[in-house]
Structure formats: structure tokens, C-alpha cells
């Protein structure tokens, strides 16, 4: 059976994910990474965290496909949602990714990668559509993100029905945390569902190494003036949850 490797960048975001790992798993400390060799629901997978921003994606990425030879790749966390339907709580599945700080005008066009000619890297479209399956039937059952009790909490926050998305995610090394930058993201990418600091990165480097891989985000905040606030609020009530109910289920579909 494939590798699957199953990264996140933060500890609360693979928390539920390592706390279901089959018993006899190893971990393998490398580069400042603990990667835990094992299984999930009988599926051979390797979890890391990566790291935050593009440069600990892309080493992640090269690591798991060089040294631990997985044949495709999870990229799973809190995203901040950009475009107006998309709100806290919601999922996002990538279609393609877009590093937003790539910017090497007027030498190329702005975005793309120099002289590869692109600027955007899809996600593989069986994995993806795979994942997208899986977190609509856990968006649909109560208490969603599969953890009873939850709803409250996520309603708490101000979540109501969550919705799923699938489309651009842009990355970039960047919190964003002010309406003013939101905006002018928004405007100048106007499909731009939801920013990170990871996916793009790992999309280029998986792209390279011919590796499937998909990104599968919660959002976490609207990347305005309260994005802080609401981050760190949503990755510890809900974030671990989400990515471990939706990750599981697509493992237990295989
Ligand atoms: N990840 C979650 N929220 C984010 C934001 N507002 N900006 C960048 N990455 C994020």
C-alpha cells in the first residue's frame, strides 16, 4: 500500500492525529523534525510537523519524499479565509495553490515562479476530490468535525453551518492580520479562497519531485484585525479535531 505522509505545521493542529497512530509506530528524530513511522486506521503513514512558513513546508516535503519515500502527501491545518462566504469553522480543500509574496516584476509577471512559466500548482485531483468527499460527510453529521460536544464550542466562536470550499489557497510568509492587507489581497486575487504560510510551497516542491499531494485547511479567522484573537482561540478548541475526523475518514475510505 502507498505512504501517506500527514503533515501540519502546528503541535495542536497533528495532536489528534498522532494521538490515534496504531501502537507500534517509531519516531525518527532528522532535522529538527520528529517524524512518527507508522499506521493510521491500517494505512502505512509517516506524521510530521513541519514547521511554520514556505522554507520549513518545502524541507518537510523533500525529507519525506527522499528519505522516507512516501508516494503522496497531506498537508492538513487553519487557513485564514479571504473570500466573503468563507467563515470561520468552514473547510477548504485546495484545487491549486499560489505563492502570494512571489513577486519578481518586472522581470516575470507577478506571482510566478521564475522560469518554470507558472505561477499557480494544482493539487492532485483524486486525492483532493478523495479528502473533499470525506469532509463533506463530516460536515454533515452533528456535531460536526466528529468530536461530540464540539459544536457547542464551535458555536461559540461564532460558527454556524460549515460550509466546504475547493479552489485557490494562497500562501505566503506572512500572518495576515489587518483588514487593510485582507482587502488588498482579496482584490488582487480575487479567487483566492483562504491564505496559509505553507501549501504553495509544498505544491512547487511536490510538482518537482512528481509527488500527489493535497492541502486540506480549516479556517481558523477572516484575516482581519481580530485574525490573532480568533487564531489561537480556533486552534485549540477546533482545529486538531477537524483535521483528525476529516483525515480519518478519508484513511478509513481507502
Ligand atoms: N493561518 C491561519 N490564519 C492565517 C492568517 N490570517 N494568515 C496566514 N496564515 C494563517
Redesign the pocket.
Known amino acids: 500500500r502507498p505512504r501517506t505522509a500527514i503533515v501540519a505545521a502546528m503541535a495542536q493542529e497533528l495532536a489528534a492525529l498522532l494521538a490515534h497512530l496504531d501502537g507500534d509506530f517509531t519516531v525518527q528524530a532528522h532535522a529538527g523534525r520528529r517524524f512518527h513511522v507508522g499506521r493510521l486506521h491500517g494505512e502505512p503513514v509517516v506524521l510530521v510537523l513541519c514547521g511554520i512558513g514556505k522554507v520549513a513546508a518545502a524541507t518537510t516535503a523533500v525529507l519525506l519524499a527522499e528519505r522516507y519515500g512516501v508516494q503522496r502527501l497531506v498537508f492538513t491545518g487553519?487557513?485564514?479565509g479571504l473570500a466573503p462566504g468563507v467563515r470561520v469553522g468552514d473547510v477548504v480543500v485546495a484545487g491549486s495553490l499560489l505563492q502570494h509574496d512571489m513577486d519578481a516584476s518586472p522581470l516575470f509577471p507577478r506571482w510566478e515562479v521564475p522560469l518554470t512559466g507558472r505561477s499557480e500548482f494544482a493539487a492532485d485531483a483524486p486525492l483532493s476530490e478523495a479528502l473533499a468527499a470525506a469532509a463533506a460527510q463530516v460536515l454533515a453529521e452533528p456535531g460536526h468535525y466528529g468530536a461530540a460536544g464540539l459544536s457547542d464550542e464551535v458555536h461559540a466562536l461564532g460558527v454556524h453551518e460549515p460550509a466546504l470550499h475547493q479552489g485557490l489557497i494562497v500562501s505566503g510568509d506572512?500572518?495576515?492580520?489587518s483588514a487593510g492587507e485582507s482587502v488588498a489581497l482579496q482584490a488582487a486575487l480575487p479567487a483566492a479562497l483562504a491564505?496559509?504560510?505553507e501549501g504553495a510551497a509544498l505544491a512547487q516542491v511536490c510538482h518537482d519531485l512528481g509527488l500527489p499531494f493535497a492541502v486540506l485547511r480549516t479556517i481558523?479567522?477572516r484575516?482581519d484585525d481580530s485574525?490573532h484573537v480568533d487564531?489561537m482561540r480556533f486552534i485549540e478548541v477546533v482545529a486538531s479535531h477537524a483535521s483528525a475526523a476529516i483525515v480519518g475518514r478519508w484513511l478509513q475510505s481507502l
Not at 506572512?174 to 492580520?177: A, L
Open positions: 487553519v487557513a485564514g506572512r500572518f495576515v492580520s491564505v496559509e504560510m481558523s479567522d484575516a485574525a487564531f
